[in-house]
T-cell receptor, first 113, second 115 residues
Framework: DQQVKQNSPSLSVQEGRISILNCDYT??????FLWYKKYPAEGPTFLISISSIKDKNEDGRFTVFLNKSAKHLSLHIVPSQPGDSAVYFCAAMWSSNTGKLIFGQGTTLQVKP | EPEVTQTPSHQVTQMGQEVILRCVPI?????FYWYRQILGQKVEFLVS????????KSEIFDDQFSVERPDGSNFTLKIRSTKLEDSAMYFC?????????????FGEGSRLTVL
């Protein structure tokens, strides 16, 4: 089941620069897309989401872009901070709203001071 | 800040044994979920639960699995006869209402090791 894919297992950026995490999906029926962040020994923490009817959503340093024609979304973190170092999961859901999220494999972001 | 708590943090069991993983969701939350992550793999949905009923379950959630809210605070996942492939990190999550934006509140997880 590869409905949501994150092809980059890891990403390393310098503090203060932009981090771009990418995600692709195959199911055009998804209604919402989300990013979760996970630190070691903790559960995933919701970061930001975007409806399928939008192409951009911004929350502070975090912006998610959605390209429906390409079935691609990305998370931009500007400026990146060392505390952003974590595993980032892309996820998708249908509007049935049962709380069933389809996760990608995750990308480990390392922000170097 | 309210949080979802899970016990035990780590459980080791023999294949074929029953295991119960416990979760205390955030107190005013009404929707409850279990997810799991096998080492090196994706986080996978297992089941959602509302109003004392399963709302949706995945193919993974077969007859060996069951969920229960035995009292007003706990939400449990029972695996009747564990298999080696049940070894994973199990995450409980909860929400106050229907998660229209997909925001679930996850616990820290319970690591299950089946020998």
């Amino acid at each position: 089941d590869q409905q949501v894919k994150q092809n980059s297992p890891s990403l390393s950026v310098q503090e203060g620069r932009i981090s771009i995490l990418n995600c692709d999906y195959t199911n055009s029926m998804f209604d919402y897309f989300l990013w979760y962040k996970k630190y070691p020994a903790e559960g995933p923490t919701f970061l930001i989401s975007i409806s399928s009817i939008k192409d951009k959503n911004e929350d502070g340093r975090f912006t998610v872009f959605l390209n429906k024609s390409a079935k691609h979304l990305s998370l931009h973190i500007v400026p990146s901070q060392p505390g952003d170092s974590a595993v980032y999961f892309c996820a998708a859901m249908w509007s049935s709203n049962t709380g069933k999220l389809i996760f990608g494999q995750g990308t480990t972001l390392q922000v170097k001071p | 800040e309210p949080e979802v708590t899970q016990t035990p943090s780590h459980q080791v069991t023999q294949m074929g044994q029953e295991v119960i993983l416990r979760c205390v969701p955030i107190s005013n939350h009404l929707y409850f979920y279990w997810y799991r992550q096998i080492l090196g793999q994706k986080v996978e949905f297992l089941v959602s639960f509302y109003n004392n009923e399963i709302s949706e379950k995945s193919e993974i959630f077969d007859d060996q699995f069951s969920v229960e809210r035995p009292d007003g605070s706990n939400f449990t996942l029972k695996i009747r006869s564990t298999k080696l492939e049940d070894s994973a990190m199990y995450f409980c999550a909860s929400t106050a209402g229907v998660p229209y934006t997909g925001e679930l509140f996850f616990g820290e997880g319970s690591r299950l090791t089946v020998l």
